[in-house]
Nanobody, 120 residues
């Protein structure tokens, strides 16, 4: 059984910073891509950033230059450093692991979500 555990959300003022972490646990051989998605009230879930095991990254246009995704392959952990936060970044942030290889399956997983609120 694979689990994704997120941490680091919270309340921050506009212009502030937060760092999200997501650790995957279980009998994992490898993970192709790990990323972050977010869902604001009344909106669809959207990609924020993703990173492959080789280090290739992709960002939503709205966060380019402000957010940085990184990954520790040995620890199956992904991070999202969020700087210059804006009120429109307020959302529940979900961790995703895609192409997770275990002894019994190849599939993707989602974390439970962590709330990020940007407000003065």
């Amino acid at each position: 059984q694979v689990q994704l555990v997120e941490s680091g959300g919270g309340l921050v003022q506009p212009g502030g910073s937060l760092r999200l972490s997501c650790a995957a646990s279980g009998s994992i051989f490898s993970i192709y891509a790990m990323g972050w998605y977010r869902q604001a009230p009344g909106k669809q879930r959207e990609l924020v950033a993703v990173i492959t095991s080789g280090g290739s990254t992709n960002y939503a246009d709205s966060v380019k230059g402000r957010f940085t995704i990184s990954r520790d392959n040995a620890e199956n952990t992904v991070y999202l450093q969020m700087n210059s936060l804006k009120p429109e970044d307020t959302a529940v942030y979900y961790c995703n692991a895609d192409g997770v290889v275990t002894t019994t399956s190849l599939r993707g997983y989602w974390g439970q979500g962590t709330q990020v609120t940007v407000s003065s």
